[in-house]
C-alpha cells in the first residue's frame, strides 16, 4: 500500500528535486516511509498483523462532535502522523531548501487564485467562518 502523500508529490517538487538528488531516490525514501508507519502502526496494536475487517468496523470513541470513530479511522490518522514524521526527516536529508508538511491553501474561485496561509491565519479564518464552508476553501 503507497501513501497518497507518495502519490500527491507535485511534479514541479519532483523536477526541482532533480537538481541535486534523483526523483526515484525521493519517491523510493517516501515509500520505505509508508511501509515503515504501517508496520509500526500495525504492531502497535496488532502484533505486526494487519487488523481485520471487523477490527477496522469497531467504533473506538466518538469525535468532539459525537460522531463515531472507527479503528480504521484512529489507525489511518495514526499511520499519516508517523509517515509525515518520517517524510520530514527524509525531505530535510535530501533537499535543504524550505518546504511545508500539510501546507494550507486559500482558494480565491473567482479569481482562480490560490495563496498559502500560516497555521495562525488558518486558525483565524476558522473561527471567523461558519463551520460548514471553509473546509472547501482551505485545501
Known sequence: MVSPLVRAIPPAVIALMQQDHDAEELADRLVQCARQAERLGNARFFL??????QECGEVVEKDSCGRPVTRAMKL?????????????????ELWPAPFSIEQRYHYYPNARMVETVSKK???RLIAESPRIGIAENLK
Open 48 to 53: 505486526d498483523r494487519p487488523p481485520t475487517r
Open 76 to 92: 489511518g490518522k495514526q499511520k499519516h502522523a508517523l509517515v509525515l514524521q518520517c517524510a520530514e526527516q527524509v525531505l530535510k
Open 121 to 123: 491565519e488558518e486558525a
